[in-house]
């Protein structure tokens, strides 16, 4: 009789598990076939709508340099006798007025220098390549659309593209997160079996207020008022946190906002979600919105919408999971859980929410034991550091800030290699140019050579990927980030040691 | 004894405050007042570093036209008498190399001769030269911005080695700390709009609340107090607002930079969406007489219009997201979507 039962939920475990893994893949893979095919038409379109005028402004080109010749051959047969000052005068005046000219063909009417009518930069290629730079943002402005026709398709393109664009990535995004969240720990683990550390350092109230870097402990003494206090400006995370945490759904393979990382992607186990009520807390609508703009202006259109349901859910695992503490008020803006019940890690920074979810779940430990939500923490630090827990979920962890940030540095300066190798540049403009592309930035001062197609696809690729490793990182240092944040500008003392407002 | 609970009672809640009136002032004024701060600090910084560049390139420029000129006398001078065909010859092959010359220098930032200067214009700096006013104070602040909104314009961009990597230094603090005023801004914004949203509405609805309820013969007047909370503003108005922002903007500019009121939409749309070609920049159509002013005027113009802007986006994605939220789930249940 009790093998039925459990049958049964490992058939439904399997079932839904393997729903989740179509959804997954339609969701992910789908999303990318439809920005690569959005980029597609665009490069058709654009290219419908601007080839015949770029090459309509070269033959001018033409023209315009043959007329110098022109004039300065009619103005040698006006005069009988040529006196060398006065003709080299005039010409200068010419060529000044021809350079005039040229200014304003490069300026305005978009000319690149090549009076060639088969090289164009409007080009199948050259069209994806602004398609593209147009949805991510990056706007170099090398090739822009010079006809009336153009600018207007550009436009609704790009209202169109943007948001397709951030939801692509924030999905992509979180996938990465939550895989190489599962590798390091997968890894962690397996290198800290090697070496077996001590379980339980005694109730040493050492307060760390970063989730930085696990298993070390932290330097900084956090106090609980910072954590609650931590409502300020930071709310952006909290409301980041509530809303994509809303995403998350407690069913493992759940994806929310890049900002929303920490999902308990990983919690099989967990029961049954029960919605859980809004919290009593007075927080406006407003908070929990504004977070997504604290993330990236990009990352925050309201992807959030089909995992909405799911972060009540979670939080109702969480509260079933976790230990009570004693900090009924912790529960932060932004957290919606709340009926007043007390929860380790929600009443942490701003990222409360995510902090929680990024905790490893590991309840039975320390159920009913920590009075002092300081404690739990502590045991909670210290159980990273062991090795112990290979089994527990995966899924929140957080990553040290340090590994994201040398992955993103390693991306940076593998690709100034890259480029300086490819383009011809030297190391310190590819990785200016890296740079700015990642970012997004995107001056145009620097751009791949429009010849080439395999340097346009490089380019491409590099961006795209380097943008999803960007939304990746910002998914696994956030709340670290945010607490840090928070804990300086309690020691600044900007923020007030006062409870929740 | 009551005065005493009373004051009391006062201090603490004049403590407590002052506590908000800082927090508050730290938590939004403050970040905008650090953003526009830092902004300020970029524009001396890279106008410190960038500013050096002008002269050579516009001697350089003078002294290849001498001698194109030059060449181009030579060969006219070459034979006694010259044939149409062979001066078009050599001349297309000096003017080619002219030209390409110049286009490279164009691209490097030169921008023609500067324009002669009126008569009575009063003399404010040595050159008009362009290349020297993007790194005027107001064109670094300018440039500092774009950076920092990830716009990216790159009709001005560093050229010197210090430059580039002073950018990336100055884009790594900077970003965060802009989607930080971002997220101020736009909540501030977002809650005072709401406010104002819904007073307006409110009037509308205790009106109709206390005539139904006058109707069914009750006596109670329930003012529609609890609806408050629960108003949303409706995305249709949010968008409106954007719509109008961009069209406004490019009708300012159009009326200000000499442009079509298309392209200036245009530039409006691609500045606020961060896109930023920089094909069209304000202070490039310098028509005033006093071009130094006129420039400066149009890039503090535009910088105040982008930080304004970004902020009234900011507000109203926070505005719309409830709604979208709310729809798109509805949408989902309808769809029969997993989740």
Redesign the interface.
């Known amino acids: 009789m009790e093998d039925e039962p459990e049958e049964r939920t490992k058939c439904q475990y399997c079932i839904t598990g393997f ?2 893994f179509i ?1 997954f893949l339609l969701s992910h893979v789908g999303l990318l076939t439809l920005v690569v095919g959005y980029c597609l038409i665009g490069a058709v379109t654009f290219k419908a709508l601007e080839a015949d005028h770029e090459k309509e402004v070269k033959r001018a080109m033409v023209r315009v ?2 007329a ?2 022109e004039d ?2 009619q103005m ?1 047969r006006k005069t009988d006798i ?1 006196i ?1 000052k006065n ?2 005068a005039n ?2 005046k010419r ?2 007025d ?3 000219e ?2 304003k063909a ?3 009417s ?1 000319w690149d ?1 090549n009076e060639d009518t088969e090289q164009l930069n409007w080009t199948f290629t050259g069209a994806l390549f602004y398609s593209i ?2 949805i991510t ?5 090398h090739i ?1 659309p ?1 006809t ?1 026709w153009g ?2 398709v ?2 609704f393109y ?1 209202i169109v593209g ?1 948001p397709l664009m951030v939801v692509c990535w924030s999905h992509i995004g979180d996938f990465m997160a939550n895989s190489f969240r599962f590798i390091y720990w997968r890894v962690c683990c397996y290198l800290c079996t090697k070496k077996p550390k001590h379980r339980h350092r005694g109730p040493m109230r050492r307060g760390r207020s970063v989730r930085g870097p696990p298993g070390r402990g932290s330097s900084q003494r956090m106090k609980r008022s910072i954590r609650r206090s931590g409502r ?2 930071q ?2 995370a909290d409301s980041a946190m509530s ?1 994509s945490a ?1 995403s998350a ?1 407690s069913d493992p393979g ?1 994806y929310g906002l890049p900002g929303a990382t920490q999902h308990f992607s990983t919690l099989p186990r967990t029961a049954q979600p029960k919605a859980l009520p809004h919290p009593s807390q007075q927080i ?4 929990s ?10 990352s ?3 992807e ?7 972060l009540y859910n979670k939080y109702a695992d969480d509260l079933v999971r976790m230990p009570a503490t004693p900090e009924a008020d912790e529960s932060l803006n932004g957290s919606k859980k709340g009926d007043g019940k007390p929860q380790p890690g929600t009443s942490a920074q701003p990222g409360g929410i995510s902090r929680n979810r990024s905790m490893p779940p590991d309840p039975h430990r320390f159920m009913g034991k920590p009075e002092d939500f300081d404690y739990w923490e502590e045991e909670f630090d210290e159980y990273y550091e062991d090795s112990d827990y290979e089994e527990e979920d995966i899924g929140s962890r957080p990553v040290p800030i340090w590994l994201c940030s040398s992955l993103v540095i390693g991306y940076i300066v593998g690709g100034a290699y890259l480029f300086s190798n490819w383009e011809d540049w030297n190391f ?2 590819s ?2 140019f890296c ?2 592309t990642l ?7 620097f751009v791949p050579t429009q010849d080439s197609e395999s340097s346009i696809a490089l380019c491409s690729l590099y961006l795209l990927f380097g943008i999803a490793l960007l939304a990746m990182s910002f998914n696994l240092v956030q709340e670290q980030v945010i607490s840090s944040v928070k804990s300086l500008a309690m020691t600044l003392g ?3 040691d ?1 409870e929740d ?1 | 004894m009551s005065d005493l609970e009373y004051e009391q009672n006062l201090w603490p809640r004049i403590k407590s405050a002052f506590r908000v009136l800082v927090a508050f002032t730290f938590s939004h004024v403050g970040v905008c007042g650090l953003v526009v701060g830092y902004i300020i600090c970029g524009a001396f910084l890279f106008q410190m570093m960038e500013s050096h560049e002008v002269e050579p390139m516009l001697k350089e420029v003078r002294q290849l036209r001498e001698e194109t000129a030059e060449k181009l006398l030579s060969i006219v001078l070459k034979s006694n008498t010259l044939e149409e065909e062979e001066f078009f010859r050599l001349a297309n092959v000096a003017i080619q190399n002219y030209t390409y010359e110049i286009v490279n220098a164009i691209s490097d930032g030169y921008d023609g001769e500067p324009k002669p200067k009126p008569l009575n214009w009063t003399k404010k700096a040595d050159s008009i030269d362009r290349k020297e006013m993007p790194w005027s104070f107001t064109g670094g602040f300018l440039y500092s911005l774009t950076v920092i909104t990830t716009i990216g314009y790159g009709n001005y961009a560093p050229k010197t080695a210090q430059g580039k990597a002073m950018t990336i230094l100055y884009g790594i603090i900077g970003m965060p700390l802009f989607l930080l005023y971002l997220s101020n801004i736009g909540d501030i914004l977002a809650r005072g709009f709401k406010w104002t949203f819904s007073r307006c509405c409110q009037c509308n609805w205790t009106f109709i609340k206390r005539r139904r309820i006058d109707e069914n013969g009750e006596v109670i007047e329930e003012p529609a107090q609890e609806e408050e909370e629960q108003i949303t503003v409706p995305i249709s108005l949010c968008l409106t607002l954007m719509v109008g922002y961009i069209w406004g903007g490019g009708l300012l500019f159009a009326e200000w930079e000499k442009w079509s009121v298309l392209d200036a939409s245009y530039f409006c749309f691609i500045s606020l969406s961060t896109i930023g070609f920089g094909d069209l920049v304000p202070g490039e159509a310098v028509a005033a007489e006093s071009l130094e002013d006129a420039i400066q005027y149009s890039f503090v113009f535009c910088s105040l219009y982008l930080l304004l802007g970004m902020a009234l986006i900011a507000m109203c994605f926070n505005l719309m997201q409830e709604e979208v939220i709310a729809k798109v789930r509805v949408c989902g249940r309808r769809l029969g979507c997993a989740r």
Request: aromatic residues 8%; charged residues 20%.
């Open positions: 729903k989740q959804t340099r043959e110098v010749s300065l051959w040698t040529i060398p003709w080299t010409a200068s060529l000044q021809f350079e005039t040229l200014v490069i300026r305005t978009g220098g730079v147009v943002t990056i706007g170099y402005g822009a010079k009336v600018k207007i550009t436009i790009a943007i300020v400006s709310r952006s809303d809303i759904m759940a406006p609508h407003g908070h919105h504004h977070s997504h703009k604290q993330r990236s202006a990009k925050a259109e309201p959030l919408a089909p995992n909405l349901p799911v310190l403009d990785a200016y740079f700015i970012t997004t930035i995107g001056f145009g001062d900007i923020l007030d006062e407002r």
